[in-house]
Nanobody, 115 residues
Framework: QVQLVESGGGLVQAGGSLRLSCAAS????????MGWHRQAPGKQRELVAF???????NYAGSVKGRFTVSRDIAKNTIDLQMNSLKPEDTGVYYC?????????WGQGTQVSVSS
């Protein structure tokens, strides 16, 4: 089994920054990608960003240019630097790992952006 633990959420004013971190532990085999999704109240979970084992990144259009995803392969961690935050970025942010062993999710961390 793989465990993912997120940290770094909180309340911030619009225009501010937050940095989320996710640490993976357990039986980690051949990670294909790690990423972040979010779910706003009353909405479906959506992809925010991901980074592949080769270091390629992909971002949702709504966060491109404001968010940066990075990964420390040796530590099995992934970070999401979020700048210029907007109220519409509010939601629960989930860490995701896809590997040879399956598709894993963290418990989520709340991000709230006030206007």
């Amino acid at each position: 089994q793989v465990q993912l633990v997120e940290s770094g959420g909180g309340l911030v004013q619009a225009g501010g920054s937050l940095r989320l971190s996710c640490a993976a532990s357990g039986s980690i085999f051949s990670v294909h990608l790690m990423g972040w999704h979010r779910q706003a109240p009353g909405k479906q979970r959506e992809l925010v960003a991901f980074i592949t084992s080769g270091g390629n990144t992909n971002y949702a259009g709504s966060v491109k240019g404001r968010f940066t995803v990075s990964r420390d392969i040796a530590k099995n961690t992934i970070d999401l630097q979020m700048n210029s935050l907007k109220p519409e970025d509010t939601g629960v942010y989930y860490c995701n790992l896809i590997g040879a062993g399956g598709n894993y999710w963290g418990q989520g961390t709340q991000v709230s952006v006030s206007s």
